[in-house]
């Protein structure tokens, strides 16, 4: 399981990695992989103003149906629309083209309340 | 909840990084990989499945046929010895207590193939249909049985190898006795994926060496393990009923659509007077449906057409062969015409589909 070290990680498998005042945020690579094929994504509507541990999406496999938490609070700046034609974007690449969405944060020291990539990996190992 | 049963196999899932998840009672591979990697496979190659937890029952003796007729809505008279039926047991009120494939060995033997959520309640339907001084013997042999099936276009060259039986003799829903890797077996030419195949009844303590075995020798084939994600997928793209969803006590044949498996004309079996009332009264039916907007439709899913709520989803995926959302639904029978624009209801949000032919993925014969 790959687990960069530049970001931070929440409870419900979101990674976030801040860029000036704006989180981008996906899905971790252990997440995409208790998913498998990723086959419909379903993403917020650009502008609105999302809140921390609130559901801000919808993730389907062929099998099963997810929320998609955010883990910070603020408002969209972006959504990755491509994962409109390609969600399995999400299964290849869950660090990079497989984002999901960008959020102007509010206050950026949240980020700090996050998990860093050693506290995610004990995480996940102990939920396995 | 009890510890989960476990087939013979359930090591060799585990070994093979099978996720397992709970199903009817037992611990059951979903996936090995991607369900979609294994569900393309069967339509390509050629798939080997392990669905040990289905029951058998053998009935036999001189009252074998009778007790059999009796509780089953298709014409055992209509089966000879070596092949297999597809029927409904239905209750007195014409719902149906399982659905099941039927083999006969002889006029004095039969085996019944029954969902494994049904086992139980099935065996006791059965015995207590059966008249004290009847001369038949129930038999319920799911545990000492192992069940694989082989399915996908390549599966009689992967089997061929193992065995003298002439595979290319065996028709559809015929079945032989004898041996493939040595080992004595039911070999049948059925199947619940749309695909040309196998199904492979055995003693469960061989179980391990000819799922190996068939892994081995059917590598050149392109042979894969199957979890049951792609075993449901495949089934509802071939538009195949699986208990529960488009058949229960609730439900008749004719609206589940396997009229095919009731004959009214045969004597007296339970449910028949109920089976003819429903028959002529239809009011709703199962029907296969695509969505022609971007969006999954699952199980328990409200229908429209209009603006009135005419049904619901009784099985719905992303189909992997056409890249799309797809599944069955039970709605009104006046909305049940093909190409009639519905609209599901998706986490409160109403997304386009319409009714196409049932099945959504045509039986593929190879020796057609």
Redo the contacts between chains.
Sequence with gaps: METPADLRYSKEHEWVKLEGDVAIIGITDFAQKQL??I??V?LPDKGRGVESGKQIG?I????S?SDIFCPVTGEIVEVNEAL?DNPDTINKDPYGEGWIVKVKLADKTEVDGLMSTEDYDRFVSESK | MGELRKTPLNDSHVRLGAKMVEFSGWSMP??Y????DEHLGVRKKCGLFDVSHMGEFFVEGSGAFRLIQKVITNDLGSLSDGKAFYSSMCNERGGVVDDLFVYRFDANKFMLVVNAANVEKDFNWILNHKDFFEDATIIDKTDEMAKLDLQGPRSEEVLQGLTDLRLGDLRRFCFFEGRVNGIPMIVSRTGYTGEDGFELYFDSSKAVEMWYKLLSVGEEFGIRPVGL?AR??LRIEAGYSLYGHELSEQINPFEAGIGFAVKLDKDDFIGKEALSRAKEDLKRKIVAFEMTD???A?EGYPVFVGGREIGYVSSG??S?TFRKGVGMALIDVGEASLENEIHIKI?EKLYKGKIVKRPIYAFNDKND
């Design positions: 498998t094929d086959v419909f379903e919808v389907e496999s062929v099998k149906v409109q | 979903v996936y990989s991607s369900v979609i994600g449901d997928t971007r969006g999954i699952r995926t992303m992997p986490r």
